[in-house]
């Protein structure tokens, strides 16, 4: 069966927008004809075939020579400047320093800002293994066995199932490949660090009756140490963002050489003083002159409480440390991860007969991932004025960084695996039918350095009452000089073997078939039915190291667990009904419906429709729009998740809302009186775990599209689409929800899952799980725009640009009446935009792109907002104008030129950041978390063949 594509048709599936393009030009003779023709159209989000290649919701192709041309390393590399690809993407060209422990390599996208596990990944139109958190790991394919990725923007739950809600990637193989295609690539950055070397293949050789297409790609990545970059500088105050935000202090009062504290309140006077000496360096802390004092006082009013005074008193005091022996602990990290990846895919078929074909896919691949943050502190650790090597004669806390032997540093393993076995056929001359059977693993293991018992560490400085021989504990000295201390510790203070191993596998059998039913006066009716059966199966194994010490280095106890397996039976129908063809103001008009019925084991059924129209008024103009529900079923992680405690300095209780100012108001915090005090490190924490009650979230897409091609502006396509999504009983981890809907209701709400102290009120302990408490509705447009100049005598020029705007984005809560804006905090940006222009001449190809991202907010300020009066529409914009904590806009840079030498391959050279430009960062902990990447000017050159 052959179909003709129209100009109009093929903008459906826009190229990547900053891309060379170089394919774009590569056949001249291409540019000469009206119509294209295709042995057989695909179009992601509808299993029917149909003559005209369209689709309800926007879609983006990016093709194999898009992602070799382009010089980036991974197709997360180039998802992250699409303009669609809003949220944290994770990728090599992302920070990962922040916390070691999550950085196990894995690469995944999320699309309009929804979440990871919102966005459905498909190889060949089969669910690849999510993992046990509903993400993807899509650097597992090798690239050059991509034909294309199709990137749907819009709910196809009725089509695909569960977690389409945001949308759906389908990464299409090669097949029907003959020779042999070679692809290599080196890349440096400007300071002659972080390398990147990739190498791939591709061999395929078809018969009279079969065929094969095998693929490999091995990469490794490097990185660099951030005290090898000047503007990861101690001092970043100078940086104000809207006059407000200050620029952190990448100094931490925790250093190697150590600071010992104590205070002092006068609750009559209302006076408190807070000291901080610091053990000079090179000395062994054995006299007083050994340390320097740092000291600051702060007097309040009458009723003031000594904790409020020492915390004003301490920040003063830290302050003055910090300028005078702050240590910068970016020195010690890595930036991001170093990485050796290996994959291999072979895709085959066998013509049994000239109706029956067979397939066969499989994919493996190896990675082993390595990351380094600066070593885990000891904070707050208390040694007592009977420690026998204490000078002061009276009770210190101590904080260092214990540095050589408390390295936090990981190293994971991971293997996915997917089989895919299918046969398809003709059942009659106008239905055609298939089968899968597919079988997808994902596993990984991480290895966590040795770290330091705490509570031995602990009873070693606390004297002898606390250390005790019996306890095998030995008393320490923790004034030495760095070395000596690292040196005298035991060996039994010393934890090894600590790991995480986690393993999500999904088998999937499907039947299908699809076909032509009646004739009716505008075209056929076409129908595709079906059915499919799924298991899923995770597991989260841990070490049982953790949950017999508090160990340093935020590690939290965690149990293992192994969830049932979970069992999916689906059911779906999808009919395409042409209204009109070839009418006064409708070339065509087509009604499209589907339903899919979904009943799993353990969260109940769901049904979901849509119902998408196709209207073309004029030659020049397609009209679409759509209307679909989804769902997501909770992953099984979110239902059997361990338990897991976390008991570290990193975590406070501040979200305690009778901690905070302006909610004394709130009646639970009232029968306290109003505020209380925060618990202390350590002396707190908090449980996290799974809920087998959860239900599977909902959703409402709308779309209205537009696609103008003009034949008076011959090379001019523009396509507008609005879109609206809300969703119902989103799952939430409950942390701040659940504690002030607790203090509103005066412990009413959540009284079972939260521990005080009955004297102090103070927050002790809390259980954090996840319920179906959240709503969130977003709404936004994307605008592109693709112009080819005629060409001209010195080549052919292209202007290609992108808008993602979201207009709308909120969050709803148990018990809340106002909706939280969302959209412009963390990642979640209100405005993502590309922009290239593009040239080829002869055997010569270039462009020149840029990918902009809008600012983003982190947090708001503790007030009071009257908004009667504001119209619901600016209501978060106005909430947006007391944010806190922004983080700058940014753009991303990319220059390419190739050269096409025939017989001896192309060569590509692409430079990103061009012009050398400094991140922006956000905060102390995390650094840098978007563009221009800190590496610098980073030069790639690349090599492809085919033969």
Known sequence: MRFKLSPIQSALSASLFFMPLANTYANDDTDKKDVKEVERIAVTGSRLSRPELTSSLPITSVSSEDIALSGLSSITDIFTRLPAMNGHQVSIDENFGADARNNDGRQKVQLRGLGYARTLNLLDGVRMAADTDGSVDVSVIPT????????????????????????????????????????????????????????????GKSFNNSGFTIGAEAKKIGTFNRGNRSFYDPDRRDQKMRGGFEGTNWNSIYSPDGNFTYAECDQDTATATYHMLHRNNGTQGSSLSDFSPFSATYTGKAGDKCWQLEDLAQAEAEKQYKEAHGYNFQSETLDASKRTEFSILLNSYYNFSDSLEGTFQLLYANKENYAQEAAAVVSNLFVSADNKYNPFGRDVRMNRRLTDINKRNTTTNMTPLHVRFGLNGELSESWTWSTDLVHSSYKAKTDYPTALNRTLLQNSFGGPEACLAADNCTELNPFLDIEDLNSQLPENIMIDGIWTEHEAITNTFNLSAVGEVYELPAGTIQVAIGAEYRTEEASNEFDKVRGQYKLVG????????????????????????????????????????????????????SSTPSFNVYWKPVEELLVRANYSEGFRAPTLFDLYRGREVFTDRWYSNS??????????????????????????????????????????????????????TPDYIAGLTATLDFWKVDIENAPERLTRVMLRENARTNGELFGDLIQRNPETHV??????????????????????????FPETSIGKFRVTYSLAEITLGEDQYLGDEEWTPSIGRYNNLETKQSFGIHWKKDKWTSSFTVAYGSEAFNSYDDIELDLTDVPE??????????????????????????????????????IQNPFGETPPFLDVARGYDRGPNPRGRYYTLSWFKEF
């Not at 042999?180 to 300071?191: D, F, H, L, Q, R």
Request: proline residues 4%; negative net charge; contains cysteine.
């Open 763 to 788: 927050l002790e302990y809390y259980k954090s799980i996840i319920i179906n408490i959240g709503k969130t509705r977003t709404q936004g447009y994307d605008l592109d725009l693709d112009y080819a």
């Open 873 to 910: 529409k600016d209501k978060y914009r106005v909430e947006r104008e007391y944010a806190q904590d922004w983080s700058p806009s940014y753009d991303l840079k990319t220059f390419n030129v190739g050269y096409d030498l025939d017989e001896y391959g192309r060569f590509n050279l692409t």
């Open 144 to 203: 050059t066995m991509l034909q294309r990725v199709d990137i749907k923007k819009g709910s196809a739950s009725a089509i695909y199932g569960s977690d389409a809600i945001a949308g759906v990637i389908n990464y299409q193989l090669l097949k029907d490949f003959d020779g042999i295609k070679v692809n290599a690539s080196t890349g440096i950055s400007e300071y002659n660090d972080a390398p990147t070397h990739t190498f791939s293949f591709v061999g």
């Open 655 to 708: 979200s305690d809302p009778c901690s905070k100012n302006g909610w004394e108001d709130l009646p639970l915090c009232q029968s306290f009186g109003g505020k209380v005090a925060e618990a202390a490190p350590y002396e707190w924490g908090f449980e996290m775990g799974g809920n087998e009650n959860l239900n599977p979230e909902t959703s409402t897409s709308r779309n209205l599209g537009f696609v103008w």
């Open 554 to 605: 935020n590690l939290g106890q965690e149990d293992s667990n192994l969830p049932p397996k979970r069992k999916i039976k689906e059911a779906y129908f999808e009919a395409s009904f042409p209204i009109l063809n070839d009418a006064f103001l409708a070339e065509y008009l087509t009604l499209d419906v589907a339903m899919r019925y979904s009943s799993y084991s353990d969260s109940g059924s």
